[in-house]
């Protein structure tokens, strides 16, 4: 039932969005009373932040699939691999990813963002250090992950309302981007 309701409310959201979502709204396309639906979200809120919980799951899921494909790599595959995943990790549902984005309150979402943000960029940073002798002049490398992470995101959110080709090239200047700022030769 609680992921009858969560559907629901997705659903909702991408269509609706935040303001004009309501709990009753959300129980009627469920399919069950919005009694039920208090059983286990006692408000709107509630059910948006278990909702952003799932999808924020899903994006994490999605992105360590793909990473993974940069294990054994060479550096320059490795940063296209990074960068795919991101892409990916957007892509799970972007109509939900966007009303979650821009129209929740930041309030509960922010910590969970903040929270992947930073998974995300333990990992960049990670992989950096493992590459550290292919760095071009960067020597700070947080603060390299950081750059990746955040300018890589904001052309992923950019790429959203792209034609899917035009995401697709968006997603390869994405990578020569980032291996210029690092200062890695492409092959």
Do not use: C
């Amino acid at each position: 039932m609680v992921d009858a309701i969560l559907d629901a409310a997705a659903q909702v959201l991408r269509k609706t969005g935040y303001d004009d979502a309501t709990t009753n709204h959300v129980a009627e396309v469920a399919g069950v009373s919005v009694g039920s639906l208090y059983q286990y979200f006692p408000n709107k809120q509630a059910l948006v932040d278990a909702l952003i919980v799932r999808h924020d799951a899903a994006m994490w899921a999605a992105f360590t699939t793909h990473a993974t494909a940069a294990i054994g790599r060479s550096f320059t595959e490795t940063v296209y691999a990074v960068i795919d995943a991101l892409f990916a990790a957007h892509l799970v549902d972007p109509d939900l990813h966007r009303a979650l984005h821009q129209q929740v309150p930041r309030a509960g979402a922010h910590a969970v963002l903040a929270e992947t943000t930073r998974r995300s960029r333990a990992l960049v940073e990670d992989i950096l250090r493992a590459r550290s002798g292919q760095l071009g002049e960067v020597e700070d490398v947080p603060m390299a992950a950081l750059v990746i992470v955040e300018a890589v995101e904001a052309l992923i959110h950019a790429s959203i309302a792209l034609p899917r080709a035009r995401a697709e090239l968006l997603r390869v200047h994405a990578a020569k981007l980032v291996l210029r700022y690092l200062g890695v030769p492409e092959p």
